[in-house]
């Protein structure tokens, strides 16, 4: 063989391993993702079946229920609402009325946490449920102002 050609082939080795990394690291990187849904995206069958993604809101008021380490609780963006279970120790920051970020899947229209993550102090709130409650709260607003305009 010659030079020319064992450089060719060290190349295309090369450029094929690289390639092989780089699909391996994308596709771990795909499977780790996890994005946020509101519940009002959830309603609208947007969030993934079968797959783990984070839902946020606020916990309404008199919707958690306490059975020893499992906790049920409700999450609402003031438009529509997702029922959660979680088995574990809560944050301490975790109230009804506040705002709260869990990760998990829906199971059934009850989602499942793995994880739930409580705001930090009186002013915070994960951007992405603040968002989705501002987004909430617009299209209720237009909804009224639709209603009010109709005779």
Do not use: C
Not at 1 to 30: C, D, E, S, T, Y
Not at 79 to 90: E, F, K, S, W
Request: overall charge positive; glycine content about 10%; charged content about 20%.
């Amino acid at each position: 063989m010659k030079p020319r050609h064992q450089r060719l082939l060290w190349a295309g080795a090369a450029l094929l391993g690289l390639a092989a990394i780089v699909a391996l690291v994308m596709n771990a990187f795909r499977s780790n993702l996890v994005f946020f849904y509101s519940p009002t995206q959830v309603a609208a069958h947007e969030a993934p079946q079968g797959r783990p993604f984070r839902i946020g809101g606020l916990v309404e008021p008199g919707s958690v229920k306490r059975e020893g380490v499992r906790v049920q609780f409700v999450v609402s963006d003031g438009t529509h609402q997702v029922p959660v279970v979680y088995q574990g120790a809560l944050p301490d920051l975790f109230k009804e009325g506040k705002g709260v970020v869990a990760q998990g899947q829906l199971q059934g229209g009850t989602f499942s946490a793995r994880e739930v993550l409580a705001k930090h102090d009186e002013n915070y709130m994960p951007p992405e449920a603040a968002d989705a409650l501002a987004r909430a709260e617009q299209a209720r607003n237009r909804s009224e102002k639709s209603m009010k305009g109709t005779p």
